[in-house]
């Protein structure tokens, strides 16, 4: 996955991670706001990293967990799903809007490649993915759709509702569907 080469998203290992991630985040999501503690445990089992002060409020979505790091001082608002079949990292300080949705994966575009049935009768659901990086001081308003393969440069800011399809660079606010850079924020 990590590769970026075709994989099977129904291989048994891959379906082994993906229940034992959605254990945990069914315990991450039912404990109280109130439980910091037992939540930032839960959260050190479920990601790969996770800096100091990083937060995720409310219900949180992700396929793996393992592939996702998190900087300092991360803050995650409710209702975010990170699609982490290839590296999701988050640098220090990113603000991340309700309902954003960070998506590495994708499939090919082809019926018969994308999922079939082999001989021995095993159905396959072919994949690929890329990572996404966001860079330090960056914020993703509400309902921010990021897709493969793309970088978020320091301190950009991305407008509520935006689809980001191509790296938006350091320091702009970019908007839209597809997301386009529209003039620096300072």
Same mark, same amino acid.
Not at 103 to 117: D, G, M
Not at 119 to 127: I, K
């Given at each position: 996955?990590?590769?970026?080469?075709?994989?099977?998203?129904?291989?048994?290992?891959? /379906?082994?991670? =993906?229940?034992?991630?959605?254990?945990?985040?069914?315990?991450? *999501?039912?404990?109280?706001?109130?439980?910091?503690?037992?939540?930032?445990?839960?959260?050190?089992?479920?990601?790969?990293?996770?800096?100091?002060?990083? =937060?995720?409020?409310?219900? =949180?979505?992700?396929?793996?967990?393992?592939?996702?790091?998190?900087?300092?001082?991360?803050?995650? *608002?409710?209702?975010?799903? =990170?699609?982490?079949?290839?590296?999701?990292?988050?640098?220090? *300080?990113?603000?991340?809007?309700?309902?954003?949705?960070?998506?590495?994966?994708?499939?090919?575009?082809?019926?018969? /490649?994308?999922?079939?049935?082999?001989?021995?009768?095993?159905?396959?659901?072919?994949?690929?993915?890329? %990572?996404?990086?966001?860079?330090?001081?960056?914020?993703?308003?509400?309902? +921010?759709?990021?897709?493969?393969? +793309?970088?978020?440069? #320091?301190?950009?800011?991305?407008?509520?509702?935006?689809? +980001?399809?191509?790296?938006? %660079?350091?320091?702009?606010?970019? +908007?839209?569907? %597809?997301?386009?850079?529209?003039?620096?924020? #300072?």
């Amino acid at each position: 996955m990590q590769a970026c080469l075709p994989y099977d998203s129904l291989d048994p290992t891959m /379906q082994d991670l =993906f229940h034992r991630t959605q254990q945990l985040l069914e315990q991450f *999501n039912g404990l109280s706001c109130r439980q910091d503690a037992r939540r930032a445990a839960l959260l050190e089992q479920l990601l790969g990293s996770v800096g100091k002060g990083a =937060f995720i409020k409310g219900r =949180f979505i992700c396929t793996y967990g393992k592939h996702i790091s998190l900087g300092d001082g991360v803050f995650i *608002n409710d209702d975010a799903n =990170f699609m982490d079949d290839n590296l999701i990292t988050i640098w220090k *300080n990113v603000l991340i809007g309700p309902g954003s949705l960070l998506i590495t994966a994708n499939h090919p575009l082809v019926y018969e /490649q994308r999922v079939f049935t082999d001989e021995a009768g095993q159905r396959h659901a072919m994949s690929y993915s890329a %990572p996404i990086t966001i860079e330090e001081g960056a914020w993703l308003a509400a309902r +921010v759709t990021v897709c493969p393969g +793309v970088t978020i440069g #320091k301190g950009a800011v991305i407008g509520t509702g935006s689809v +980001v399809t191509k790296d938006i %660079p350091a320091g702009m606010l970019a +908007v839209g569907t %597809p997301c386009k850079p529209l003039r620096p924020v #300072k």
